[in-house]
């Protein structure tokens, strides 16, 4: 599906949510789907700067990834737990 069928979709659906609950009560929980897909989008670009960001040979990066508060083996864990619950919802 492309973005613009999508787009389409909500529109269409904007416009009847004036008369029906379900429609309404449908975009309310897509908006809060769509609003935990983009905070998830955001922790993943923001890893991804964090690594380009940290400097140093492959055993000094190591070292820093280990000991940093942004574990690699605690953030998949992290991530993977807010993939499952987004795709729940």
Do not use: C, P
């Amino acid at each position: 599906m492309h973005v613009s069928s999508i787009k389409a979709v909500v529109l269409d659906a904007e416009e009847r949510s004036v008369t029906s609950h379900l429609v309404k009560d449908w975009l309310e929980k897509l908006k809060d789907v769509l609003y935990d897909a983009d905070d998830l989008l955001d922790d993943f670009s923001t890893e991804a700067l964090r690594k380009d960001l940290m400097g140093g040979n492959k055993l000094t990066k190591e070292v820093r990834l280990f000991f940093s508060s942004s574990n690699q083996f605690a953030y998949g864990l992290k991530m993977g737990k807010k993939i499952k619950a987004l795709r729940r919802d």
